[in-house]
């Protein structure tokens, strides 16, 4: 099994174990500049000004590009607003498109936008399109209804452990001329009511940070999981499949994508899934990254919740 592991500005440090172990990624995925995606603009950073940002992500595709890891750009916010359909906002995609196919090779666009999918198989023949994990698609009606936009599919988080489901996922992308694909740690609660609602906020918040806000969202799971009556039922209400466990998914995949964007220590994220061996809290792999303390879900077999110091 081979990852896709998604590039965080600035990191040097992720950016060179990546390099270091490129035999075992197959695609590192990225959002650029300003367009809204399903994660904070990767060009806010810290220490750098936008431009800067974009240099080091310039170089940082460059480097990977010269080592042969595939590159998948994130059109993935949930909504465009007014947008949607402008030609203009076409003309911006078309512009980078091109720069990233005749700079660095770019393989693949994932899109929740079947507009912006549409645009690419029509006028980029050589970029694949692929539906991304938050159009929460788990049937074969579902990719049958979207076959003519999409050359592959993330399937939705819930069908992670449902092997049978996978199964028959897999057999009819293969019978379409089509590609699955599969998110492994997300930290998100399954079926969860406010996931929408919180992906829209994200596509918006460049203009949601310029307002004099009266609340703060950083989402249900957190506050959900804060009362320990919830833990016993944890397992159930995630997706995320071990280290050890992924060996289970190579007939149907051969790259898994790791969630790693906003993740505090990628470098062990991906070392951990490499090696197919993790010791200690597996909640800390996930993107979310939840904490349950003073407990923590202790990876073996069985997995279990462990009072830390108990």
């Not at 896709?4 to 990624?25: A, E, I, M, P, Y």
């Not at 650029?32 to 940002?53: I, K, V, Y």
């Not at 918006?204 to 959900?224: K, L, P, W």
Request: net charge negative; aromatic share 10%; with cysteine.
């Amino acid at each position: 099994m081979k990852f896709s592991v998604g590039l965080q500005t600035g990191r040097d440090s992720f950016l060179k174990f990546v390099l270091d172990n490129h035999s075992h990624v197959s695609e590192v995925y990225f959002s650029w500049g300003d367009f809204p995606n399903g994660r904070s603009t990767q060009t806010l950073h810290e220490t750098m000004a936008p431009w800067e940002a974009l240099q080091w992500q310039s170089e940082a595709l460059e480097a990977l590009h010269r080592r042969g890891v595939g590159l998948n750009l994130l059109l993935n916010a949930t909504c465009y607003g007014r947008d949607s359909q402008s030609r203009a906002f076409f003309d911006k995609v078309g512009t980078t498109l091109d720069h990233m196919f005749d700079r660095f090779g770019l393989e693949s666009v994932t899109t929740t936008s079947l507009l912006i999918a549409k645009f690419c198989k029509d006028n980029f023949p050589g970029i694949k399109t692929r539906a991304s994990v938050n159009m929460e698609i788990g049937t074969v009606q579902g990719m049958d209804y979207i076959a003519g936009y999409f050359d592959g599919y993330y399937m939705r988080r819930e069908l992670n452990r449902d092997l049978s489901a996978i199964k028959t996922l897999h057999d009819w992308c293969s019978g379409a001329g089509k590609t699955l694909h599969i998110l492994g740690n997300s930290g998100c609660l399954n079926h969860c009511s406010a996931h929408i609602f919180h992906d829209n906020l994200v596509a918006h918040e460049a203009e949601i940070s310029q307002m004099d806000n009266a609340y703060q969202f950083t989402g249900v799971c957190r506050e959900y999981l804060r009362d320990p009556a919830h833990h016993e039922s944890l397992i159930r209400d995630t997706s995320f499949i071990r280290p050890e466990d992924v060996c289970r998914y190579a007939p149907w995949f051969e790259t898994m994508k790791l969630a790693t964007r906003v993740h505090r220590c990628p470098e062990m994220v991906l070392a951990s899934y490499i090696r197919g061996k993790y010791s200690g809290d597996i909640l800390a792999l996930l993107e979310p990254a939840h904490s349950i303390y003073p407990y923590v879900l202790e990876n073996g077999d069985p997995l279990r919740i462990v009072r830390i110091g108990g």
